[in-house]
């Protein structure tokens, strides 16, 4: 007998290292040959797409375009230290620090145009499309390229630092500030529970998750899918039969995680209310993307059956067992 | 405000590469005069071990066999340095390097891998955090197994439970799992024209692992080299040092450039794990809905390694309220070394287990009320301005009520049963 169910999921996740430890974000900006600039930023690209994103609020801030710049991410003996790609902090903390580094890139700028532009203050200019002019008199006006040309490859250059704000919390109240932002969503499934062979399928899902702002928006929805399928495997399939420290299924024909088969077109809505501190109010959704989903699941199971499982994985198996026993040990119907 | 080019859909700048097969992940590097390493790992979960390498040493090929007599500095770990970069007196898990061949193919490495003899002397085991909390149990690292205790002390929470008309006290389990990222984890070390010992992985903090590298080799830091290849995932399960420093150390000593492939069944065992997770949970509400008081202990098993322990079980003491206004909290939150693989960072960290809990709990306290589990939601929801456990005021963006709604309109969640609009 197949049964049907909906549950909800609601969560927070705080972001950042967090409980007053020093979170630093160092960003570095450079002139090149051929008026390019080079972001050099230690944010690694671990597919969540930090790269990406950290290069279009650079794009954003020097007001130039994204084939302009070349952004190095790779070696610590070209970029300065960004902290970790962990804790869902490169967008908000790195991109923070990436966005002042342009700024102090474009303050740099602007003093040596006043110079070369031969004006008598950097009121009134503007960096824009790889030029620095007057606003009111756009014919001063001197581009990238010239100043390299003139003052040579990497010399121009502005850093950027930001450290994010939490207090550590006392050591026996709990009481502090542990991290900063926090960002929110709520998850809805339903799915059917076949009680004969206790296997779940996943029927229809709506995922809510806060952003601040979306950089990319596209991105924003490849983690949630992302995330999706990670707790679907979490609380359903995935299972190392730990046995006295042996991990027994250390491999992907007996460790299961979703595949394409299972996973179903989650409808992925981004709630966007920018937080001031953030770049453009972009807040981290790399890890909050997968924490709503696996108590939704289990909250729908005892919708369709009645029956509430406070372990997981909620393997056939396990649900099975569960249904019988609430049946009084009889059969599954 | 408006934007150029936040906000848009920006096609991924290494999207094109990756698709294409051409991005460049440890794997796929090949260099001249290479050599390969395989590390020996720990078959038993307790032990105290004497190795002998000698008859190893003569196969031919082999160049040379690296244990902790050859590491400068023989302790890392991103917290608390209690991990041997190879274990010199005792194993603490099943995967613990122990040494770590260097050969001119693979396959030689392999031959020596079960030609080197390791005396194990089996310890009594500990595999259950519970017992492994008892001080007559044995002892992982040191004099205790309880490497952390978190504590949140919020109001009265006697008062609190006196006040609820209902309350749900119920024990919740998460288990052990596995990050299952694509690419299991590989990488080419070598000295660079500049003579910095480089070390080209897939690594989630290049910085840090420059800091454990020069730490271990006791060399300065800018005369190591971190480059980051593409990553194949990595979801915490590259926070913690692999093969970094074995594959630093082999370069440095040898002058080689030194490449090491882990199978997806070494990868298994290298890497850290999502803390399985015992939460007890007792959560009161009056009458209408409104949640009184919650006193949760949460029990997480970091297995071998301490890892980021500390703080993936003070993240879950933190978020264990859940998104609710809560005003008499009592919660405490044991970190616990057992004999299990280690568990350390995991997307979510620690916030990923504790909605199993809270979230559960809500539903049950909602059927006790004969309420629907979004009214009791709505009337106890985070909003501008709340005031979350630890005391912190929530000041901006906060826009959890409207996550809750556009689910609700989309699903028509729970209407058919009615929700008390007023309340929301």
Known sequence: MKKRGRGIGVSFYGTGYGNGFPDVSKAKVVLHDEGKVGIYVGGTEVGQGAKTALLQIGAETLSISLEQILFISEDTSLMPDSGTAAASRQTYNTGNAVKKACENFKDRLIDIAKEELELNSTHGLKVEKGEIYLEFFPDKRISFKELVDKYGDGTIQGEGEFIAQTVEMDPETGQGAPYWPYTFNACGVELEVDTLTGQVEILDAVFAQDAGKAINPHLVEGQMDGGFAMALGYALFEDLKLDKGRIKSNKFSRYLIPTAMDMIDVKNIIVEDPESTAPYGAKGIGEPVMIPIAPAILNAIYDATGVRIKELPVTPEKLRKALDEANGGGGSD | MKFDIVGKNIIRTDAYSKVTGKALYPQDIYMDNMVYGKTLRSKLPHAYIDIDTSEAEKIEGVIKIFTYKDVPNNSHGVVFKDHEVFCEKKVRRIGDPIAFVVGETEEVCKLALDKIKVDYKELEGVFDPEIAMDENSP??????????????????????????????????????????????????????????????????????????????????????????????????????????????????????????????????????????????????????????????????????????????????????????????????????????????????????????????????????????????????????????????????????????????????????????????
Not at chain 2, 142 to 169: M, Q
Request: glycine share 8%; proline share 4%.
């Open chain 2, 139 to 424: 002892k992982v690292h040191g004099d205790s197994n309880i490497v952390y205790h978190f504590k949140i002390r919020k109001g009265d929470i006697e008062e609190g439970f006196k006040n609820s008309y209902v309350i749900a006290e119920n024990t919740y389990k998460t288990h052990m799992v596995e990050h299952a990222f694509l690419q299991p984890e590989a990488g080419v070390s070598l000295i660079d024209e500049e003579g910095r010992v480089t070390v080209m992985v897939a690594t989630q903090y290049p910085h840090y692992d420059r800091e454990e590298v020069a730490s271990a080799l006791n060399i300065k830091e800018e005369e190591v080299r971190i480059v980051n290849t593409n990553i194949g995932g990595a979801f915490g399960g590259r926070e913690d040092i692999s093969l970094q420093i074995h594959l630093a150390l082999a370069a440095y000593t040898l002058k080689r450039p030194v490449k090491v492939v882990y199978s997806r069944e070494e990868s298994f065992i290298a890497h850290a794990k999502r803390h399985p997770m015992i939460m007890k949970c007792k959560t009161g509400a009056d009458k209408d809905g409104k949640l009184l008081a919650m006193e949760a202990e949460i029990i997480g098993d970091t297995g071998a390694y301490a890892s980021w322990a500390p703080n993936v079980l003070r993240k879950a003491g933190v978020h264990i309220t859940g998104p609710y206004y809560i005003p008499n909290v009592v919660v405490d939150s044991y970190a616990v070394y057992t004999n299990n693989p280690f568990a350390g960072a995991m997307r979510g960290f620690g916030a990923t287990q504790v909605p199993i809990a809270h979230e559960q709990q809500m539903d049950i306290l909602a059927e006790k009320l004969g309420m629907d589990p979004i009214s009791i939601r709505m009337i106890n929801i985070f909003k501008q301005g709340s005031v979350t456990a630890t005391g912190q005021v929530l000041t901006e963006s906060v826009p959890v009520e409207a996550c809750i709604k556009e689910v609700v309109k989309r699903m028509d969640l729970f209407g058919e049963e009615g929700h008390n609009e007023e309340t929301w």
